[in-house]
Nanobody, 119 residues
Framework: QVQVVESGGGLVQAGGSLTLSCVASTSGPRITSMGWWRQAPGKERQMVAIITTIMPTGGSTRYADSVKGRFTISRENANNAVSLQMDSLKLEDTGVYFC?????????WGQGTQVTVSS
C-alpha cells in the first residue's frame, strides 16, 4: 500500500513563489516516479512535473510546456520525498495540485492542495 501526503499551497500574488512538498511511503512495490498534477475548476487533471525515483538521488524530469522555466521539481533526500518550487506564478496556475506516486505500475494520489494565484 502506498500513502501520499502533500503540504504547502495557499494564496499568492501573481509573480510570486510557492513551494509544495510531497512524501510517499510504500509497504509494497518500490516507487519509481513521483510528480505533480493540477486540476483547474471545470478542467481535467493535467501533468505539471514528473521526476523518476529509481536511483537513490536525482532523477529524470519532465515538465508541462506551460511551466517550463518557472517550476522546478526535485527530490528532497534519498527517501520518496519531492518538492515543487513554483516561481513567477500566473493566474492560470490556480488549481488543486495533486502529488502522484507510481509503484508497481499503479498510480497513487494524495488528497490535493489548493494553490490560488491572485492579481
Amino acid at each position: 500500500q502506498v500513502q501520499v501526503v502533500e503540504s504547502g499551497g495557499g494564496l499568492v500574488q501573481a509573480g510570486g513563489s510557492l513551494t509544495l512538498s510531497c512524501v510517499a511511503s510504500t509497504s509494497g512495490p518500490r516507487i519509481t516516479s513521483m510528480g505533480w498534477w493540477r486540476q483547474a475548476p471545470g478542467k481535467e487533471r493535467q501533468m505539471v512535473a514528473i521526476i523518476t525515483t529509481i536511483m537513490p538521488t536525482g532523477g529524470s524530469t519532465r515538465y508541462a510546456d506551460s511551466v517550463k522555466g518557472r517550476f522546478t521539481i526535485s527530490r528532497e533526500n534519498a527517501n520518496n520525498a519531492v518538492s515543487l518550487q513554483m516561481d513567477s506564478l500566473k493566474l492560470e496556475d490556480t488549481g488543486v495540485y495533486f502529488c502522484n506516486a507510481v509503484a508497481g505500475g499503479a498510480s497513487n494520489w494524495g488528497q490535493g492542495t489548493q494553490v490560488t494565484v491572485s492579481s
